[in-house]
């Protein structure tokens, strides 16, 4: 495999504290532990890309392959993505800690400008054994899928290549006005794209 | 009371004076009752639209939009001190309190997002000016951030936003409007597109495309 490139690094830490945020602002909403327990995961993902960010950046200096400018912007930039994965790790140990969640916390997670759907897919559904890159379900109806149940698994920022199947539960992230549109796709009610 | 608060927070017309948050930041404190609810609501919003601001500043290069960071980071700091305070009153026992915790937490995390979006601006600052690296990195991004000019010839001018259906159609984000020498960050659903208003937006490239098709007039309709 290729050696990932000291922009590949910071870009992963970028997308996946990202996605740190969405996951962990949805386990309140929906008082899911197994999300908030994947944010767990993914913070100690995001502390060794970090580390190893560190180690990659200041070996590139030494071969003359970076500046040092560039190497501490790149540093910085990721610095700041691994305190946004530490935030997003403080909201899912809310959801984890053996306390019911204050009602006012759905509550204002849910009611602020962006949307987090969680919908069943139906066998009717025309989603059903297509990629989320032939469907292109972000660009079409604003929803990103942020994270999808199989069966037993979870699987967490899913690529264009994810296939859906029927049953799958989606956890989507979008305006409000895509939200019904992927309920109608995903529970059949609607086959338009 | 304070939804009206909110609206003039987000999606209107501003200019953000050069350190405009520094003034904000030595204005004296005073007490406002204000729901726990809404301040949360404000300070979740802020934590999610004040990442791709500070990325969009530092891809763009823009320091105009480097100091609305700046500014709404302040803010934040402000919302999480009146939010521990309404917490605080709101407590009569034990389990209130351990509940009130929990909102205490998500408060102090979203400020500690707005942070790491006031540092990332702050590579901005120009006596390590770096050379484009930043842009170079943040092009590769999953979802990117884009500007789009809109042209007079499309549809989209004086249409509201929620008419156009932006998002929903092409997955596109609006995350700011600079109009004139103004900005509007944050549009809401009734906020109007005029023509020469440049968009900032984050999506895919798919979403892109068909975007600024429909913004420069080659398509009628966004589908």
């Known amino acids: 495999m290729k050696e ?18 969405d996951l962990s602002y949805s386990s309140l909403i929906y008082d899911n532990k197994v999300i908030a327990k994947e944010v767990y995961d993914l913070e100690d993902i995001v502390d060794n890309l970090y580390k190893t960010l560190q180690r990659r950046a200041v070996e590139n200096v030494k071969n003359k392959k970076l500046s040092v400018n560039d190497a501490l912007t790149v540093l910085r930039l990721a ?22 969640l204050h009602p006012i916390l759905k509550m204002s997670v849910r009611e602020s400008d962006v949307v987090f759907t969680r919908v069943k897919v139906e066998p009717n559904s025309v989603l059903c054994g297509k990629t989320l890159g032939d469907i292109k ?44 549109h992927l309920i109608d796709l995903a529970t059949g009610k609607t086959s338009e794209i | 009371m304070n939804n009206k608060k909110k609206r003039r927070l987000f999606g209107r017309l501003q200019r953000t004076p050069k350190e405009k948050w520094k003034k904000e930041e030595f204005t004296e404190l005073e007490y406002e009752p204000t729901p726990v609810k809404e301040l949360l609501t404000e300070m979740k919003d802020i934590s999610e639209l004040i990442i791709d601001l500070a990325y969009s ?12 960071v700046k500014f709404l980071d302040v803010r934040m700091d402000k919302l999480n001190y009146d939010i521990r305070i309404m917490a605080m009153m709101a407590a009569r026992t034990k389990e209130d309190a351990e509940q009130l915790a929990g909102i205490l937490q998500v408060a102090e ?23 484009p690296i930043l842009p170079k990195i943040l092009k590769e991004a999953e979802e990117q951030l884009f500007r789009i000019k809109v042209s007079s010839k499309s549809k989209a001018c ?20 600079r109009r004139g020498d103004g900005w509007i960050y944050n549009p809401q659903s009734d906020t109007d597109i005029k023509a020469d208003d440049w968009l900032i937006a984050r999506g895919s490239n798919e979403g892109f495309k068909d975007l600024s098709k429909f913004l420069h007039g080659e398509l009628e309709v966004l589908d």
């Open chain 1, 4 to 21: 990932k490139t000291v922009e590949d690094i910071v870009l992963e830490i970028k997308d996946k504290s990202e996605l740190m945020v």
């Open chain 1, 137 to 180: 379900l972000g660009s079409e109806t604003g929803m990103y899928v942020r994270a999808m149940r199989h069966g037993e698994r979870w699987l967490y920022g899913p690529d264009k290549k994810t296939c859906i199947d029927k049953g799958d539960i989606i956890f989507a992230r979008g305006p409000e006005d895509g939200e019904k």
């Open chain 2, 109 to 131: 995390a979203a400020e500690s997002i707005s942070n790491a979006a006031g540092d990332i601006v702050n590579l901005l600052s120009k006596e390590e000016k770096t050379g």
């Open chain 1, 79 to 100: 610095e700041a993505g691994e305190q946004i994965a530490d935030a997003a790790q403080e909201i899912a140990d809310v959801e984890l800690r053996d306390v019911e």
């Open chain 2, 57 to 68: 500043a530092v891809l763009f290069d823009n320091f105009e939009m480097a100091e609305e």
């Open chain 2, 158 to 177: 004086n249409k509201k936003i929620d008419e156009l259906k932006v998002e929903s159609e092409t997955g596109m984000r609006l995350i700011a409007i």
